[in-house]
């Protein structure tokens, strides 16, 4: 069964310094991995993906994301945390080839400080 | 705007009526999807659809859910008999067919069963 856990409910970090929001999945297959961003009253905003290739991918807003296969983690990072980064954040996975749903984990609300 | 766009955003009903959503998605994209998300969790994967063929149902879509795309364009999500269990913010996602594209989310219908 695939699933999706992010261990932090919520991250706090000053602007200016960089943050990381955890994400550690499991999937039989090969995982294919997303970041969500979800404002207040708005839907989600797709932010980046893994589906194949270089370990270290870059999405929207500054953000980037390394995939780690031995650690089945897809942490979200960025270098300098502005205010307006502070969101809701959703990991999630879809094992390739075989389903289109994705699996989301139960979200992490990064909270930046000015 | 060329959004996925979902009708209506908030509903309020009493228990036992029974209630209809709407979703456009974006016009290029054959595939639609519909999750429901309550307060604190992810949103957990209900059907998709591919064109007018709905592909794939979770069993967390009871017998008294039902979902439509008839002509592969919009689709509505009905709830008959709703109870108070049916809170939840309903969000709906279109994505393209092929595999490794990430899906687009609507805002979502907030429904409240009182």
């Known amino acids: 069964a695939q699933s999706v856990a992010q261990p932090e409910d919520q991250v706090n970090v000053a602007e200016g310094n960089p943050l990381t929001v955890k994400c550690t999945y499991s999937?039989?297959?090969?995982?294919?991995l997303f970041w969500y961003v979800q404002y207040p009253n708005r839907g989600l905003q797709f932010l980046l993906k893994?589906?194949?290739?270089?370990?270290l991918v870059k999405g929207s807003y500054g953000f980037e994301a390394e995939f780690n296969k031995s650690q089945t983690s897809f942490h979200l990072k960025k270098p300098s945390a502005l205010v307006s980064d502070s969101a809701l954040y959703f990991c999630a996975v879809r094992r390739g080839g075989a389903t289109n749903k994705l699996i989301f984990g139960t979200g992490t609300l990064l909270a930046v400080q000015p | 705007d060329t959004g996925v766009s979902q009708n209506p955003r908030h509903k309020i009903t009493k228990r036992g009526q029974n209630v209809t959503f709407r979703c456009d998605p974006i016009?290029?994209?054959?595939?639609l999807y519909w999750y429901r998300q309550t307060l604190g969790q992810g949103p957990e994967f209900l059907t998709y659809f591919q064109n007018e063929a709905q592909l794939e149902k979770s069993r967390l879509l009871s017998d008294r859910f039902s979902a439509e795309r008839p002509k592969g364009s919009f689709s509505t999500l009905e709830i008959q008999r709703t109870e108070q269990g049916d809170s939840a913010m309903y969000l709906c996602?279109?994505?393209?067919?092929?595999?490794?594209?990430?899906?687009?989310f609507g805002q979502g219908t907030r429904l409240t069963v009182v």
């Open positions: 016009s290029e994209h054959n595939r």
């Open positions: 893994y589906i194949t290739g270089d370990n």
């Open positions: 996602a279109s994505s393209r067919t092929q595999e490794n594209t990430e899906a687009f």
């Open positions: 999937v039989s297959g090969n995982p294919y």
